[in-house]
């Protein structure tokens, strides 16, 4: 039996729980500068209109159990025990690192793995969280997993999309019968033109979300590609770019990026991605990844992915990468031996941020600066 289903069970794999906190200190030296440490499982992270660099992390979990309250994901990786320890830092331009919201739904599954604030954005200068440590099943009765939108100032935060509620309600068409998370593993979202994307992994299907909270869906990716666990979604003159972790164990280039295009546009597609076409669907699927647990597009304009781990079988230390697609379409290395990481993005200096060990015991995470050179 597969034990490693989904992307919450993948993000610290059962076996490598007890082990991967010692293998830790013996890990290679990331390549790159360590700007923050400490963090408490980093994930997703992005600039602030302030210039600073706001860090989603998924926090400690907790000790709560909904135990027959609602529907519980099954054994080994249920069932989760929650609590209120996810939070949003920040970092300053000097390295100093601030608790901008705490408070948020953290959860842990019977096989260690913690799930929180699992990324940020900023739509009108204003922050939202994608909190995915919410619901029930995640030991978070009566607070949903969904959107949330922070008062920077204050570190209030409220809740404007309830997606846990919204997937109880729209099944997509495959949904795995020994892989269900009832209330989501939500793992990624940007801003587009005035609207929220989402990603959820554990169901398959890209979301949008207006700032009133209206939640629409954008395209069941089950329906047509089944269970690959999609991750991570960039956008790119109106299509998006959707990477996919894939099912554990790992085998190495087998995960894709989807290209998606938006109704009614006709537009470029990025360098290396083929031809593009009219609706929400997908138009090209891009295979030779591994493990894609964010996308972003660079300054030189190419498509950035980032890979949790490029070994076969379980996570291992040091072999997590970031790639790219030249514009001939080949995928070539410009960052490696990262131990794990789960989040990525560009700063207005054209250098790669990076949530470096981010499926490890909380405490653990780091923040990374890469200098990454042009490509071609």
């Known amino acids: 039996m597969n034990l490693f289903r989904s992307l919450s069970t993948a993000l610290i794999v059962g076996a490598a729980v007890a082990s991967l906190g010692p293998v830790i200190a013996l890990a290679q030296q990331p390549k790159g500068t360590v700007i ?3 963090l408490e499982a980093p994930r997703g992270l992005r600039f602030g209109p302030d210039g600073d660099l706001y860090v989603a992390e998924a926090g400690t979990g907790g000790t709560t159990s909904t135990g027959t309250a609602c529907r519980q994901v099954v054994p080994p990786v249920g069932p989760y025990t929650g609590g209120k320890t996810g939070r949003i830092s920040k970092i300053s331009l000097n390295g100093t690192v601030t608790t901008v919201a705490s408070g948020f739904p953290s959860t842990k599954d019977a096989m260690g793995d913690l799930i929180g604030v699992a990324d940020v954005v900023f739509l009108d200068d204003t922050l939202y969280a994608l909190v995915a440590g919410g619901g029930c099943s995640h030991g978070n009765l009566g607070s949903p997993s969904g959107i949330a939108q922070v008062n920077r100032s204050t570190g209030e935060w409220k809740l404007i999309a309830n997606v846990g509620a919204f ?19 939500l793992y990624s979202i940007i801003a587009v033109d005035g609207v929220l994307y989402t990603v959820e992994p554990n169901h398959g299907e890209v979301l949008s979300v207006t700032k009133n909270g209206t939640i629409n869906q954008v ?20 299509s998006f770019y959707v990477g996919n972790l894939n099912l554990f164990p790992i085998d190495p280039k087998w995960a894709r990026v989807l290209t998606i295009s938006k109704p009614g546009y006709d537009g470029d597609l990025a360098p290396g991605f083929g031809n593009d076409a009219l609706g929400y669907h997908i138009v090209n699927s891009k295979a030779g990844f591994t493990t894609v647990v964010a996308v972003d597009f660079g300054p030189d304009g190419l498509l950035y992915a980032l890979e949790l781990s490029d070994a076969p079988g379980n996570p291992t230390p040091g072999t997590g990468k970031v790639v790219r697609v030249k514009r001939s379409g080949e995928i070539e290395v410009v960052v490696d031996e990262l131990t794990v990481p789960t989040g990525m993005t560009f700063g207005l200096d054209n250098r790669l941020y990076i949530s470096n060990f981010g499926a490890a015991p909380a405490g ?4 990374l600066r890469v200098d990454v050179p042009p490509g071609e």
Not at 219 to 238: K, L, M, R
Not at 364 to 367: F, L, M, N
Request: charged share 20%; glycine share 10%; hydrophobic share 35%.
């Open 36 to 38: 923050a440490t400490g």
């Open 364 to 367: 653990a995470g780091q923040i």
């Open 219 to 238: 395209i069941d990716i089950s329906a047509s590609e089944g269970h690959i666990v999609p991750t991570a979604i960039a956008e790119w003159f109106g």
């Open 167 to 185: 997937l109880k309600t729209h099944p997509t068409k495959y949904e795995s019968a020994d892989d269900f998370e009832p209330d989501g593993t």
